[in-house]
């Protein structure tokens, strides 16, 4: 043999034993499972002191060893050379009331495992990370300490990845692309996917079903997921306009990246890990904010009957918005919303939004006057604030906008950030305007100053266009709702409307995430010339169950409601706040069953949507209490109704007296959904 080539083997040799040896494999160093047992994160080190963690349940694996780590902009990687300075756990169980939400009270309870390293090559730096390991799911986060060898902390990049053990489907939509939030919901085997945002929901080969997100997202970049290899994920952290993703100084956490683990669809919605990883409320009494219903001056825009702008079409005028007010009056509606109130709509404003006054309305629009006329009839005033996403603009008059709102007694503001993604602008971090992603760590910085400052006025606020929704409404109630996917407006736009199996879809991945406004209930189920909604009308009243938001606005007109009253009365009669959630089945973009208790009686409310194939669902009533007679008022989709017909406006209305002993069988045509009001019987 050549000299050459036989030493090449030779060294080819030893290398291959060296990275077989036991001081290359991985090495555990910590490991710890959920009070049940169910799920269990082990962590580990390599011959190199790289970290990694995997996550198993059952017993069995769902994320196989996955590296975790930082690429940094001023320092050298935070990762590799690591050591075990020491690793602890601890035990937590506590409930917590929700002030609003999906359910009053809140069960936490998990096991945590602290591991806490040093870089001893890199002058000892150290990194901590902290798992909360739950029944069902996982949530884990970075902690920085105060470090002289690393004042700053300017992160290109993280290295933490989910490599998911088994063949998987994954429901997705893009990250950084010009729709934002507001991309059609995708399904494709995971391999398959792009750069992905979060809520990311996997249906893996044996049925169970994971969701990736984060939780506490606050003064950092959001995370999106880029499949890197296979089924390995990968963290990426949106831009930021003014060099690194995410600039941090002394001692910090990171958001928590969440892993919500079910049997099941309807498994996934039940949890709470979201929420839990959230800090507890930081506003004190928050008896000020009102989850309600409102109608809106807002419709009639998207079906080009009216404009924002001053004119011959202008909706938002005095005499317009009374009419509002005397029909929400009428119904019993707390809010009405108003869009188009203030100067600045000439604009090309959907590029930029420096032109809004936020405290000068048109000529044609008293604003004092409605307030008062509004509270005089025992209803307020939904304020709104279409930014345009210029960022610069609106902190400029931020304060005095919700001083005058606060003034007046409008006591909630829809917000908007209308733009292609990338193009929202922002102070910069030295001081000079620059464009960049709605969710960089500008963008999530901004959106917690805007609900920060608006409690300062005790103001709630509901944002459209937003960063994504990660549980941060339990710290800041007032953060009542956001919109971030794509609402009823495209049915009116059209171009093309929201599919079929839209609300299947929603429920399972944007939902996860928290409430939406979704604006549902269009009873005419028609849009702009014309275009028909892909949906029945018992279907447009399930959603007032089946999309949860605190705030939920009934989209439609207020003579199309006169003109379908049948269908009205469920809408009047729904609630917004809950005080027990139970999602009875469901299957990720083909059906779901949700029941849900009012918080304010005694009253079970339902809703169920199907995708186009009709469906009959079974409702087992073990959620009323036992011993008790219920009405059942339901609507539900004619024999004959079907979404791709004029049959779709076939709703039949009926009552049944059940027991906790019954089952129902829920009977939904193509397109179609059923809505159930149960109360108790005297």
Known sequence: MHVRRF??????????????????????????????????????????????????????PIIAPSRL????????????????????????????EQPWG????????????????????????Q???????????????????????????????????????????????????????????????????????????VRLEDGTHLAFHEAALVDYASMWLRKVDGQKLRAMLAPSPSGPAVVRKGAFTTPWRTLQIADNAAGLLMSDLILNLNEPNRLGDVSWVKPSKFIGVWWQMHLQSGTWNAGPKHAATTANTKKYIDFAAKHGFRGVLVEGWNKGWESDWGHGGADFSFTEPYPD????????????????????????????????????????????????IKSGYVHEAGSALFPGRDGKPRYGHYDSQDGVRHFLKAVTQAAKYKLAINTHEPVKDTGLRRTYPNWLTRE??????????????????HEAKLVFTRML????????????????????????????????????????????????????????????????????????????????????????????????????????????????????????????DGDQADYRTERRFDLVTETKTVTAADTLQLRLAPGGGQAIRLTPQP
């Not at 030779?10 to 169910?38: D, E, K, T």
């Not at 971030?484 to 599919?499: F, I, K, T």
């Not at 209930?521 to 892909?534: I, P």
């Open 7 to 60: 030493a090449a083997v030779i060294a080819a040799s030893c290398l291959l034993g060296l990275l077989s040896s036991p001081a290359w494999a991985q090495q555990r160093i910590a490991s710890a499972a959920s009070p049940g047992n169910v799920i269990e994160v082990e962590v580990q080190l390599d011959g190199m002191g790289k970290l990694a963690y995997g996550v198993k349940r059952n017993g069995a």
């Open 69 to 96: 780590g930082f690429n940094l902009a001023n320092a050298r990687k935070l990762d590799g050379s690591f050591s075990l300075r020491r690793q602890s756990t601890s035990e937590h169980d506590s409930t917590w």
């Open 102 to 125: 999906e359910r009053r009270f809140v069960r936490n309870r998990y096991r945590e495992l602290r591991v806490d390293l040093e870089q001893k090559k890199h002058q000892g730096r």
């Open 127 to 201: 990194l901590s990370v902290v798992f909360r390991i739950y029944d069902d799911g996982v949530g884990f986060r970075y902690e920085f300490p105060a470090q002289p060898q690393l004042r700053t902390a300017e992160i290109i990049d993280e290295l933490t990845e989910f490599t998911v053990s088994q063949p998987a489907t994954a429901w997705w939509i893009p990250a950084g692309e010009l729709p934002g939030l507001e991309e059609e919901i995708r399904k494709a085997p995971l391999k398959e996917i792009g750069i992905a945002n979060t809520p990311l929901t």
């Open 365 to 412: 629009f008293d604003l004092p006057g409605l307030a008062s006329y509004a509270k005089s009839k025992g209803v307020r005033l939904v304020g709104h604030h279409e930014t345009g996403a210029d960022i610069v603009a609106y902190e400029k008059q931020m304060d005095a906008a919700y001083r005058l709102y606060a003034k007046l007694g409008v006591d909630s």
């Open 484 to 501: 971030g996917a794509r609402g009823v407006e495209y049915n009116a736009w059209g171009n093309p409307p929201n599919s079929v199996d």
């Open 513 to 636: 995430s928290g409430p939406m406004d979704y604006t549902p209930g269009v009873l005419s189920l028609v849009g702009a010339d014309g275009k028909t909604f892909n949906s029945t009308q018992a279907k447009q009243l399930a959603n007032f169950v089946v999309i949860y938001s605190p705030l939920q606005m009934a989209a439609d007109l207020p003579e199309n409601y006169e003109k379908y009253p049948a269908a009205f009365k469920f809408i009047k009669d729904v609630p917004a706040d809950w005080a027990d959630t139970r999602v009875v089945n469901g299957a990720v973009g083909e059906y779901v069953t949700i029941a849900r208790k009012d918080r304010a009686g005694a009253d079970w409310y339902v809703g169920a949507v199907t995708d186009g194939q009709a469906r009959t669902l079974p409702l087992p009533l073990g959620f009323l209490d036992e011993g008790k007679r219920y009405t059942a008022e339901i609507y539900r």
